[in-house]
T-cell receptor, first 113, second 113 residues
């Protein structure tokens, strides 16, 4: 799986959009970009994933650059409950022997009141 | 209903003991995983089971053994516990497919004294 690079920490004001960047310059054509988050003392939680096109769901939006070498997770109106470590993961979807998620160090997002 | 449940949530035990952590998923998923999160907060895959077959076995000590009595359960047995085994252990499950995503349990905090 391609390696990802994320800033170790970011702050965001409550109610504002949080934009979390991720670099994955070695991504291959059939690898997806996944985002998970881990709120303190809880298990990781799936947020969103995409291949080429931008994606949006009830939690967030995922913007993938045209060359697919980087992406941005957008939380449109951050709340205090969005404070968590956010993980960007690149992997082949449902690949036979590599279904596991390889977590990096992630970005600690702190939403400030 | 909790999708992925682990028991116990906390486990304190002495060095040298043998212990088990149980995991159950009610999502009908065909793959289950165990992850370890150490004191530095890195999440690492330990095992995954697909249709009762071990498909990934990372470089973990053979004191750790996953046991799956059926598709909905993947228990983790640990023999001769050591101080370095202290960590939070997460169980997860997923279903193969285009929209695959993993669901995690709430974790078991193991403390070896």
């Amino acid at each position: 799986d391609a390696k990802t690079t994320q800033p170790p920490s970011m702050d965001c004001a409550e109610g504002r959009a949080a934009n979390l960047p991720c670099n994955h310059s070695t991504i291959s054509g059939n690898e997806y970009v996944y985002w998970y988050r881990q709120i303190h003392s809880q298990g990781p939680q799936y947020i969103i994933h995409g291949l080429k096109n931008n994606e949006t769901n009830e939690m967030a939006s995922l913007i993938i650059t045209e060359d697919r070498k980087s992406s941005t997770l957008i939380l449109p109106h951050a709340t205090l409950r969005d404070t968590a470590v956010y993980y960007c993961i690149v992997r082949l979807s449902h690949s036979g022997s590599a279904r596991q998620l390889t977590f990096g160090s992630g970005t600690q997002l702190t939403v400030l009141p | 209903d909790t999708a992925v449940s682990q028991t116990p949530k906390y486990l304190v035990t002495q060095m040298g003991n043998d212990k088990s952590i149980k995991c159950e998923q009610n999502l009908g998923h065909d793959t289950m995983y165990w992850y370890k999160q150490d004191s530095k907060k890195f999440l690492k895959i330990m095992f995954s089971y697909n249709n009762k077959e071990l498909i990934i076995n990372e470089t973990v000590p053979n004191r750790f053994s996953p046991k799956s009595p059926d598709k909905a359960h993947l228990n983790l047995h640990i023999n001769s516990l050591e101080l370095g085994d202290s960590a939070v252990y997460f169980c997860a499950s997923s279903q193969d497919g285009v929209r695959e995503r993993a669901f995690f349990g709430q974790g078991t905090r193991l403390t070896v004294v």
